[in-house]
């Protein structure tokens, strides 16, 4: 495997923090190592279903959604990597990234859009934050207009990660129409 | 149709102008900006900022492990006695973000958390109400 491109400490962000690794992005899909060996990640290119590109402070996040409705999300690319390989997703995998913006105002109301197995919460055209769903242990509804999401807790997180989100719980209005009809449940 | 144009409200409120003005996120843990008013929490990996002005409250609470429990709630719709809060009102057919609650493992940084957050706060509600008497 002589093609493709290879870029050394990109981190892999989750909810347990994030991991410096290796991607390697080649003509079959991507792969990412844990810098000091452990966890390994592969995705053949037939799988990915939409690719991202997000700027964040002082760096770019590439987001690989593959099928099941899972994405990974890579941080650690320099802007030149960001055209050099939007050409190389277009070429090798006829998939063109589609670009994101980062939501930096600070607000706490916007619209939730859900896409597979991921909840993202968009500050007008911008985006705030994500989260797994696959991380969510339960949703219950509370009053009439109120939705929390309780997530895993999980023993095992590294040291690297002091604060961990537990619960995050949304406020729907009465005059919201998005979820009307689908009891309230994103 | 806003028939509240004038009155000054904390959409005019903005953490940062752009991506770049952010600090950058060196541990995933709560973070407070005092200098632009904002506090950036960890979420799924990524730093989240929100502008203090948004925060209707934040309290810590301790188990028996030590464990902290953070909790950290946002203006929302129909929350009484919040006449500063415009946004509830202007923004009726949004989601709000309502409430996070972090666990941390360390009770000191808690605590730290929660007394920056609500002196922060503290001081953006006096300078915004001073503000808006001066305009009246």
Known sequence: MTDGHLFNNILLGGRGGSNPGQLKVHSEGIMWKKQGGGKAIEVDKADITGVTWMKVPRTHQLGIRIKEGISYKFTGFRDPDVGSLTTFFQSSFGITPEEKQLSVSGHNWGEIDLNGNMLSFMVGPKQAFEISLADVAQTQLQGKNDVSLEFHVDDTLGASEKDSLVEISFHIPNSNTQFVGDENRP | ?136
Do not use: W
């Open chain 2, 1 to 136: 149709g806003d028939s509240r144009v004038g009155q000054r409200n904390s959409s005019d409120l903005v953490a940062y102008k752009g991506v770049n003005d952010l600090p950058p996120a060196r541990d995933l843990i709560i973070h407070i900006d005092s200098k632009n008013e904002a506090i950036l929490l960890p979420i799924q990996g990524a730093m989240v900022p929100f502008h203090v002005a948004m925060i209707k409250s934040v309290s810590s609470q301790q188990d028996n492990n030590r464990t902290c429990y953070i909790r950290i709630i946002f203006n929302v719709p129909g929350t009484p006695f919040n006449p500063h809060d415009a946004n509830t009102l202007k923004y009726q057919n949004s989601i709000f973000v309502k409430e996070f609650s972090f666990r941390s493992k360390d009770p000191r940084h808690s605590s730290e958390v929660v007394q920056q957050i609500k002196n922060l706060r503290r001081q953006v509600a006096l300078r915004e109400s001073e503000k808006a008497e001066r305009a009246t």
